[in-house]
């Protein structure tokens, strides 16, 4: 199983999740023509795709996802919140709905959608399964609830959101509403979140270990390492997804 991704961020998340013949895009907050063109980065095109696989709602993950579907006839896995949320947009598109805890099978990769505490109408993140191999997708959490950390216990590759720094999004440009929503328990992690699930999750298999959806404004690298470097004992190797690139093909 290996994995990579098109882009992570607050202007846009897409990432893939390879198997044997079967290849998914999780999420796309990019348009059609970026995502091609983030893709032939990646030396993927479109018509490689199996399906995509949807979290939830918000632009930076559903942006290119519909356009994308009806264009390559691709099916579009996603919970009925998140279906209902979208209906609009959705129209000649083959929607799946999946729910929390209840796996699913797409080609040579098995999926476990986890839900997770965040402000869209049901969202969930993944789990996918190949072999005996685990790979975790875990971003746009307000909280780690202890569902989530039981669920992320054994993965072999994580993407794991490092959202922002509570210090700087406090001293930052974000109105005071938006701050409230970012660090409240349905927005996202902060690194010092991020860090105590680490402490919590066994991470003796971990040989990938990405930290994504890092805010540009509300966030730095250096303020991530510092926060989750006492927490990688165990881990393989650390990886830090950006914006403007995602991560290269990683292979468990
Ligand atoms: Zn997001
Ligand atoms: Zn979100």
């Not at 690194?191 to 994504?212: M, T």
Request: charged share 15%; net charge negative; with cysteine.
């Amino acid at each position: 199983m290996k994995f990579a991704s098109l882009g992570s961020g607050s202007q846009g998340n897409a990432t893939l999740v390879e198997a044997a013949d079967t290849c998914l895009l999780v999420d796309c907050g990019f348009s059609m023509r970026e995502t091609v063109r983030r893709l032939d980065q990646l030396q993927r095109s479109p018509d490689q795709l199996s399906a995509i696989v949807v979290t939830h709602e918000h632009g930076d993950h559903i942006k290119g996802v519909m356009p994308l579907a009806r264009k390559y006839q691709l099916p579009v896995y996603l919970t009925a919140g998140t279906a209902k949320a979208v209906v609009e947009r959705s129209q000649q598109v083959d929607i799946r709905i999946v729910r929390d805890a209840e796996p699913f099978t797409i080609g040579a990769l098995r999926v476990q959608p986890v839900a997770v505490p965040h402000d869209a109408r049901e969202p969930v993140q993944y789990l996918f399964y190949h072999g005996n191999l685990c790979l975790g997708v875990l971003t746009d959490l307000g909280s780690v609830t202890p569902y989530v950390t039981q669920c992320y216990q054994h993965c072999d590759g994580l993407l794991l959101e490092c959202n922002h720094d509570l210090q700087m999004l406090a001293s930052g440009p974000y109105p005071a509403s938006l701050k409230q929503r970012v660090s409240g328990p349905w927005g996202h992690l902060n690194n010092h979140q991020s860090a105590d699930l680490l402490s919590q999750l066994e991470c003796s298999r971990l040989q990938h270990l990405v930290l994504g959806h890092i805010s540009l404004q509300n966030n730095c690298l250096e303020r991530v390492r510092e926060a989750v470097t006492p927490q990688l004992s165990g881990v393989g190797q650390v990886h830090y997804a950006c914006q403007d690139e995602g991560f290269g093909w990683l292979q468990l």
